[in-house]
């Protein structure tokens, strides 16, 4: 089954980081976008970052910019998020989808994998 295999979450405190990785399991990068999404108990699923692989363009939630980064490894076929600073309010399962142009509309995803846990404590 095509999907992505999410990995690098863990327990951290606050202001702590921690990089988590996205790697492509059953299909290959190529002229797509990558979202990350977290969800939380109760909540539904937030966009968090979104990269379009071509030409590069980033995008970011307000409550993230200037604390969390976003890239690729196009040959390894992997999609990082680099989370610096962290927040209790980070806290989530953290997700990653593929489509053709960035949104942040879950629905429009798909490959999802089985998601990386990251907690924050205060």
């Known amino acids: 089954e095509a999907q992505f295999v999410e990995s690098g979450g863990g327990l951290v405190q606050a202001g702590g980081s921690l990089n988590l990785s996205c790697a492509a399991s059953?299909?290959?990068?190529?002229?797509?976008?990558i979202g990350w999404f977290r969800q939380a108990p109760g909540k539904e699923r937030e966009g968090v970052s979104c990269?379009?692989?071509?030409?590069?363009?980033?995008f970011y939630i307000d409550s993230v910019k200037g604390r969390f980064t976003t890239s690729a490894d196009v040959a390894k076929n992997t999609v990082y998020l680099q989370m610096n600073n962290l927040k209790p309010e980070d806290s989530g399962t953290y997700y990653c989808?593929?489509?053709?142009?960035?949104?942040?509309?879950?629905?429009?995803?798909?490959?999802w994998g089985q998601g990386t846990q990251v907690t924050v404590s205060s």
């Open positions: 989808g593929l489509t053709w142009v960035c949104s942040w509309f879950a629905s429009t995803f798909g490959f």
């Open positions: 990269l379009n692989l071509q030409p590069g363009s980033r």
């Open positions: 059953g299909f290959t990068f190529g002229d797509h976008a």
